[in-house]
């Protein structure tokens, strides 16, 4: 007779979406149902942007909401108006739906190195790599949500000429404008701290330009009747890249409690970081946070271990204990062979150093005691602890 084993612990999961219950949704399902409008800029749609406009202090014709950040960015580099195979700064420490979008939009990534301690992009970063080479415009990231000072980057702006649009995909909560002019491309994705399962948005002070995005998110076609183009006319060749009426139900309800999530993020942020650091013995190390502050509403949890052994040391003890982890934002981006021919490297040294040693924990609402417990024994093992 034989006698089995201890059971394996239960995975513990990288990301779990906190999306509204079925409860929260159903007045929007039911207003959208009772109005029986699905798409096409609803009024749940109209009443989201209304919502992200008071949230910027921006009037509700400067927000135009996307089927994802990812098409944010196409259409906004679209809107730009830039000339065909326009070199775009980007960081080469980012998610590759940045770059990705570059391309798709016709022009070439000019991938670059980020701050040492922020791990962003920062305008001097940017000064540096137009004085090496020209560029057309810039797009830096708010790296997993870290926000930039917009002031910063409008006097960038102004300086060079170039324009400048923020990748702020993970950033919202985070990312402002502030009293500076500028463009914001947000996602809503469900791992987000604002999510409608699928979606994104764009906010711009520059004239017109969200207008430009709708209607670009709507084929081009034409639907202003104070044009002197027929309604229905094509006026430009967009895709069909507009939010439903059901994401928008799905963000309004995530808006009801928004507030109260990004407290109880930010407090289990701290607690872990405490934690972990703790029984690391203090030799690990978190982004730092940006000119515009940190965080408000953190989605990932993310240590700088000391080097690439001792990463892998935790990494290999976490796969035991079945612990979830990700190396974000890795290969760098001008390490993916895909985009080697397709875009510009610059050297990089400092995202270098930091592809080496970051690693993605578990982070997500409600973590357990367990959990936390689970987690930071396995660093204390890594650590030699």
Known sequence: MTTAGPLPPDPIPLLVPD??????????????HAARYYSNGGPLVRELEERFAAHFCVPAEQVATVGSATLGLELVLQALGLRAGARVLVPTFTFAATATAVLRAGHVPVLCDVDADSWLLTPDIARAALAAGPLDAVLPVAALGMPHDMAQWQRFEQETGLPVVVDAAAGFGSQRLG??????????????????????????????????????????????????MPIGALAAVGTNAKMSELHA?????????????????????????????????????????????????PTLLCARMP?????????????????????????????????????????????????????????FPHMDSAHKLRLTNVMAQAMGR
């Not at 942020?269 to 190390?285: D, P, T, Y």
Request: charged content about 20%.
């Open 179 to 228: 009293d500076a002019a500028g463009t914001l491309v947000f996602s809503l994705h469900a791992t987000k701290s604002l999510p409608a399962g699928e979606g994104g948005f764009v906010v711009s002070t520059r004239p017109g330009f969200a207008a430009q995005v709708r209607r670009l998110s709507n084929f081009g076609i034409n639907l202003d009747p104070a044009s002197r």
């Open 19 to 32: 999306v509204p219950a079925p409860e929260a949704l159903l007045p929007y399902l039911q207003r959208m």
């Open 249 to 297: 139900a799905v963000a309004l309800a995530s808006l009801e409690r928004w507030d109260q999530g990004a407290l109880e993020r930010r407090a289990l942020h701290r607690e872990m970081q405490g934690a972990l650091a703790h029984a690391a013995g203090g030799r690990i190390a978190w982004q730092a946070a940006g000119p515009a502050g940190g965080i408000m509403a």
């Open 307 to 363: 080097d690439a052994r001792s990463r892998e040391r935790l990494e290999a003890l976490c796969a035991r204990q079945h612990i979830a982890t990700r190396r974000w934002y890795q290969p760098l981006m001008h390490r993916m062979e895909v985009l080697m021919s397709r875009s510009a490297a610059l050297p990089a040294p400092r995202a270098e150093a930091l592809a080496d040693t970051l690693v993605g924990l578990p982070f």
